[in-house]
């Protein structure tokens, strides 16, 4: 379901460090974060999220995050900006 969110997002951003800066400016209505990314490259931007109450939903590949997103290579974050 998730990936199809994804795929379907007019506006969104791929990656963690453009997810956090659209976090930080309040842009974003909800994450998708991918399981089998590394916990530690996620922690401020599941912060930041938590923090400002905004949803995450869990998907369980980074490669099929990225396929959704139409990119080549595994994404570990998608933010979907409001």
Not at 43 to 64: E, P
Request: proline share 0%.
């Amino acid at each position: 379901m998730s990936y199809e969110k994804v795929a379907q997002a007019t506006n969104k951003v791929i990656g963690t460090k453009q997810t956090v800066k659209a976090l930080e400016h309040q842009q974003v209505k909800e994450l998708i974060v991918a399981e089998d990314a590394d916990r530690h490259v996620l922690d401020k931007a599941l912060q930041i999220a938590s923090d400002s109450q905004v949803g995450i939903s869990w998907v369980d590949s980074m490669k099929k995050l990225g396929k959704a997103c139409g990119i080549d290579v595994g994404a570990a974050i998608v933010a979907i900006k409001k």
